[in-house]
């Protein structure tokens, strides 16, 4: 089997490095599907990655290989919702440059892209507010569902015509990224018929947002930016990391 | 028993009640007492109202006389912290008229009197972050501890020279709560030696929030302030209420 001239070539070799591949995600995705099912029937805590492998129709071993505990199940819904919402937004980003409407649309796909998931979001959240969990979306782990995030709320900013100030332009799409956490916070305790409560507060701020991110060009606010700023720069979770990665 | 001729006359029945009065908070306060301590050593989940009668010296049906759930302690737990703050941020009420002094005072005053209890509210918050528990900040549960926190914020406004525009005076002390539940979250996940970097923020933000205040009568700053008026009207938790019940 180690034989390396036993290798098919290039061609086919990478054919069906595809195929498996793509049978690997198919996988990979069933088990996270019905991990996602059974959380919801059960509840997050009562749900066994035994349970997982059963229904899913696979070992317990090959779940594992997949998804090496609960939590990076939990991972990989985060990773999901923002796939999800990156290819919902695409209009958004590509439309209107007026900024209200920019932060408007954006928020609203989120909420549509999370609405099947809301009833598992509200009996899951309390292990992610738990400080000491990977699930917080402040957490190491949560990095790559945080930056793909904050990435959104950037082209949200720089495609519209409106200018902040300059000294608080890096800063900007992590602030708007905390203020969407406090969105999706507001969501989580939402029990409205359609979280309807969320879309009339994101209806309501995006204009005050958008008008106090133009504002913040005027001299008499100078004095005020520049102490955001300062509180940004010491504060902001990940901002200083994230350009790091950049450069 | 049942004699009305009996009845000791109206001063020594007064006596005597407060002497039971006192006897009971006492009892009242020394199971709460044990039961915090006993949810810091073996944490929240894990401890039982038997544990806390038994540690206590109380029966099982004494200690479930003044408190009826676990939750009611932790209710309990929530007031005496109201309480203390109430009676520690006098000096900050009656002292500076500046604003920035006034909010850092009082946001520091909490961080003091909150010390004891860090690790005790770090392994209790993810019940105190789920939306269906009694425990949550902005459930009808918590209502007593959270008016006495508005109230503070209240004074901390009222009492300094500062004028915020005439439409926000209502608000302002709930908008400020809830900035405080902001530092509150935020002190949860501090990890750093004597939660310094909870300190250092509440230094950094006192300055930025009286600075924001004072900005509000600005002519400029007219449509935003009525932007975020109309959605304080709307969204803030609890905000109406209060306003009804004091009237």
Redesign the interface.
């Known amino acids: 089997m180690k034989d390396e001239t036993a290798d098919p070539g290039p061609k086919t070799a990478r054919t069906s490095r595809a195929a498996r591949t793509s049978r690997s995600e198919h996988t990979r995705a069933l088990i996270l599907e019905t991990a996602l099912r059974l959380f919801q029937e059960r509840g997050y805590d009562r749900t066994t990655m035994r349970a997982i492998a059963q229904e899913a129709g696979v070992s317990v071993g090959n779940a594992y290989y997949y998804y090496s505990s609960k939590e990076h199940l939990v991972q990989g819904f985060y990773d999901r919702l923002a796939a999800e919402h990156e290819a919902a937004v695409q209009p958004v980003l590509a439309g209107d440059r007026d900024l209200a409407v920019r932060v408007r649309g954006a928020l609203m796909t989120w909420l549509d892209v999370a609405e099947p998931y809301h009833r598992f979001a509200?009996q899951f959240?309390?292990?992610a507010?738990?400080?000491?969990?990977p699930l917080?979306p402040?957490s190491p782990e949560s990095a790559a569902a945080r930056e793909a995030a904050i990435s959104i709320q950037e082209r949200v900013l720089h495609g519209s015509d409106t200018r902040a100030a300059p000294e608080l332009s890096d800063q900007l799409p992590h602030l708007m990224w905390l203020m969407q956490m406090g969105l999706v916070l507001f969501w989580?305790?939402d029990r409205t018929e359609g979280t309807e409560r969320s879309r009339?507060?994101v209806e309501?701020?995006a204009?005050?947002v958008a008008?106090?991110i133009a504002?913040s060009r005027?001299r008499?606010?100078r004095?005020?930016v520049r102490?955001?700023h300062?509180?940004l720069e010491?504060?902001l979770p990940g901002a200083a990391a994230t350009r790091a990665t950049r450069v």
């Open positions: 509200t959240f309390k292990n507010a738990d400080p000491e969990s917080s402040f989580v305790y009339r507060l309501r701020t204009p005050l008008r106090a504002l005027f008499l606010l004095p005020l102490q955001v300062e509180v010491e504060f």
